[in-house]
């Protein structure tokens, strides 16, 4: 039963507020949990609620939303059982009643939702992962691992947001973010011998931000990074790229602007051809913009599904996105990131649609992360089989892959890394 429900304003990993929830049980358990906040957002996403009071925080702050907690939610979910999260998640759709919870703004009501499930798990005294994913989860995801920043990720020119490795061919989650942290190291060396030593400054998501200008040149240096670290990039260790190309789409012209050129979308669907072949990419991210469901699906033609296609922008998290990208073939993956939705049961219900179409669900930090390391527990419940939570760097992006280690070593035997089961 929830006794309390609180929040105040903490700060991201990139200075800027976000609202922290905190939930407790009459049975004494507590949960907190920290909304993240994306930077290349979709335009189809929940609405995130700021103060726009340029005088504090150049306008960042997020007291409304603390204020919508204290004042609204909390009065309305005190004395609810706290795991009863359908019941939690209605009402928190019911208080903020807008379709993209503008009103009491989807970093307030994730925050809540997720706190309120870790208050439930606490309560019972059971790990967050067997508590969402039952007493029988115990798949490990497997890490893709964004090493190099580009987009609105980076202060370089490279239109592709991420280049990221997937260490796929390893018997464990430990061996495999071994792999990652040996690879993302050979590259730091690489990049410093080749551009210097600003070229080893990171990103956003902690991983390099070079001076160039050509996607290939970064796939280049990845492929250098994995063989130096002496791993085999067809079976042990595939590339992944998130374009994240609304962000370089120009829509007054109808292009692209990738690698210095403006590219139809014709041109730029030969183009991710060509990088697909020449790589074996695993998988590709919002290779067109967020409305574009048919270059999607022509992509997936083309390529035969040798590639993973991936909707984020495309999806947002949304069954009913979700849906308009299955009727019409534009994806064989997704990105799952709870804060483009606002609560835990939509989230949950997405996850479900997908892996009941067999699409392949990548669980998804932001750009804009914390401490929090509920989403290591959330891959664990729906066995992934991805997860998405940046370089094996930084505080915020370390965060999940240790609790990913902690749950491994929980699990002991019963641990099952993904990529030993999964084929792609
Ligand atoms: P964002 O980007 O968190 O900055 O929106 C992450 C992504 O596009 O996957
Ligand atoms: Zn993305």
Redesign the pocket.
């Given at each position: 039963i929830i006794k309390y429900v609180d929040a105040l304003q903490v700060l991201d990993s990139r200075g800027d507020p976000t609202i922290e929830v905190i939930v407790k049980t009459v049975g004494g358990g507590i949960g907190r949990a920290i909304a993240?906040?994306?930077?290349?957002?979709?335009k189809y996403e929940a609405v995130e609620l700021r103060d726009s009071d340029v005088r504090k925080f150049k306008g960042k702050g997020v007291t409304k939303a603390v204020n919508n907690v204290k004042n609204y939610v909390a009065p309305a979910l005190q004395g609810i059982d706290s795991r009863r999260q359908r019941d939690v998640d209605r009402i928190i759709i019911q208080i903020d009643g807008t379709p993209n919870k503008s009103q009491i703004g989807a970093n307030t009501a994730i925050a809540t939702s997720l706190a309120v499930a870790k208050a439930a798990a606490d309560t019972a005294k059971i790990p967050l992962f067997n508590y969402l994913g039952g007493a029988r989860a115990h798949i490990l995801p497997i890490p893709m691992l964004n090493i190099i920043n580009g987009g609105?990720?980076a202060g370089n020119e490279l239109a592709v947001?991420?280049f990221m490795i997937v260490p796929i061919g390893f018997d464990s989650f430990s061996e495999a973010l071994r792999a990652a942290v040996e690879i993302y190291k050979e590259l730091k060396t690489y990049l410093k011998a080749k551009y210097g030593a600003l070229a080893i400054n990171v990103g956003?998501?902690g991983g390099f931000a070079p001076p160039m200008t050509m996607v290939r040149e970064a796939i280049e240096a990845l492929i250098n990074a994995i063989k130096a670290a002496g791993y085999d990039v067809e079976n042990q260790v595939r590339i992944s790229l998130?374009a994240?190309a609304s962000q370089f789409f120009i829509d007054e012209k109808n292009v692209y602007k990738i690698d210095g050129k403006e590219l139809s979308k014709e041109e730029l669907l030969e183009y991710w051809k060509q990088l697909i072949e020449e790589y074996s990419l695993l998988s590709i991210?919002?290779p067109f913009h967020e409305e574009d469901f048919e270059s999607y699906a022509a992509l997936r033609r083309e390529t035969k599904d040798r590639v993973i296609v991936v909707g984020?922008?495309l999806t947002v998290t949304n069954i009913v996105r979700l849906n308009e990208a299955i009727g019409k073939g534009a994806v064989t993956g997704v990105?799952v990131?709870p804060n483009q939705v606002g609560t835990l049961s939509e989230t949950m219900d997405f996850i479900e649609l997908a892996k009941s179409r067999s699409i392949i669900t990548i669980i998804?930090?932001?750009?804009?992360e914390s401490e929090d390391n509920t989403i290591a527990h959330l891959a664990v419940a729906v066995s992934g089989p991805f997860i998405?939570t940046g370089a094996p760097a930084r505080g915020e992006r370390t965060a999940k892959y240790n609790e990913l280690l902690r749950i491994e070593n929980y699990l002991g035997s019963e641990a099952i890394y993904a990529g030993k089961i999964y084929r792609f």
């Open positions: 993240p906040a994306g930077a290349s957002r979709g609105a990720h947001q991420e956003d998501e998130d994240a991210e919002d984020d922008d990105i990131k998804s930090h932001r750009s804009g998405k």
